[in-house]
């Protein structure tokens, strides 16, 4: 059973920087897609980066540069590094888990970046 457990948000003031961490059960990397999303309050849910086991992320172009997405094998987790934070970047983020016609969601974590 795939279980997704996110960690990691808060307040933050602009320019500061995040980790997200996606602790993972029942998940083989190497055979899924890990990614992250982000809502924002009336709109709609949008893919922050994406990760296959051995291939190269991907990254939506508002946070390209700026955020980080990694996987530790040895922990079982997903990270998200954010960077210089922007308003903007105020969201729930979820954690997401695909392997075939099958996905998995974390409950998410709050982001809110305000001085």
């Known amino acids: 059973q795939v279980q997704l457990a996110e960690s990691g948000g808060g307040l933050v003031p602009p320019g500061r920087s995040l980790r997200l961490s996606c602790a993972a059960s029942g998940v083989i990397f190497s055979y899924y897609t890990m990614g992250w999303y982000r809502q924002s309050p009336g709109k709609q849910l949008e893919a922050v980066a994406a990760?296959?086991?051995?291939?190269?992320?991907n990254y939506a172009d508002s946070v390209k540069a700026r955020f980080t997405i990694s996987i530790d094998n040895a922990k079982n987790t997903v990270y998200l590094q954010m960077f210089s934070l922007k308003p903007e970047d105020t969201a729930v983020y979820y954690c997401k888990a695909g392997v075939a016609a099958s996905e998995y969601w974390g409950q998410g974590t709050q982001v809110t970046v305000s001085s």
């Open positions: 990760i296959t086991g051995g291939g190269s992320p």
